[in-house]
């Protein structure tokens, strides 16, 4: 049973646009979300984490949204850069602590 | 300032043999966890341990695989008889309290023949 999910395998983007990943949770019992982002051959990379207190958390050209009521939350880049091409993940666990359970992954192309 | 580390990066067993997977956390941390990567996936939880204590271990399989994190010395990720569907990337994460963030390190690659 996916308790997490990223619907979209891929993305592919031209630079300067903004790119949007998206994922979907099954359990409101969930409360804090994270966002990773991985190379390949590499470990994930933490990019932006959000609580279930709040609906919205930027940090540069990263902005987190979470809609609770739609159990649904947002990666917003703008703007996007190649360098920004990668599998992106999000991931979720109780209590902000814990195991995370990840979702599938997303794989960002940035075309320049 | 050393990120997670781990060891071997790669690694080649036959089927049947004992494999082996070391994690040093980040300096001042002191919880780890596993996670593995099979092809096309994502990350499965399997394991989290704090010094010498195992915390929670309901991702990992029932038979063949333990892990430990002693008082001195990396945390160690042992798979006994190996088999070919344990081919996958191990990660290992950090954290230097229950409500940190993890850190990654950068996996190791596991291919069993």
């Known amino acids: 049973d996916q308790q997490v999910k990223q619907n979209s395998p891929s993305l592919s983007v031209q630079e300067g646009r903004i790119s949007i990943l998206n994922c979907d949770y099954t359990?409101?019992?969930?409360?804090?979300f994270l966002w990773y982002k991985k190379y390949p051959a590499e470990g994930p990379t933490f990019l932006i984490s959000?609580?279930?207190?709040?609906d919205k958390n930027e940090d540069g050209r990263f902005t987190v949204f979470l809609n609770k009521s739609a159990k649904h939350l947002s990666l917003h880049i703008v703007p996007s850069q190649p360098g920004d091409s990668a599998v992106y993940f999000c991931?979720?666990?109780?209590?902000?602590?814990?195991?995370?359970?990840f979702g599938q992954g997303t794989e960002l192309s940035v075309k320049p | 300032n050393a990120g997670v580390m781990q060891n071997p990066r790669h690694l080649v067993r036959r089927r049947g043999q004992e494999a082996r997977l070391r994690c040093s956390p980040m300096?001042?941390?002191?919880?780890v966890y596993w996670y593995r990567q099979l092809p096309e996936e994502g990350l499965k939880f399997m394991v989290y341990?704090?010094?010498?204590?195992?915390?929670?271990e309901s991702g990992m399989p029932k038979e063949r695989f333990s892990a430990e994190f002693p008082k001195e010395g990396p945390s160690i990720l042992r798979i006994q008889q190996v088999v070919r569907g344990d081919s996958a990337a191990y990660f290992c994460?950090?954290?230097?309290?229950?409500?940190?963030?993890?850190?990654f390190g950068p996996g190791t690659r596991l291919l069993v023949l």
């Open positions: 994460a950090s954290s230097k309290d229950y409500k940190e963030t993890q850190y």
């Open positions: 359990n409101s019992m969930f409360d804090y």
């Open positions: 959000i609580s279930s207190i709040k």
């Open positions: 991931a979720v666990n109780y209590n902000q602590g814990g195991k995370l359970i």
């Open positions: 300096k001042g941390h002191s919880h």
């Open positions: 341990l704090q010094k010498e204590n195992i915390i929670d």
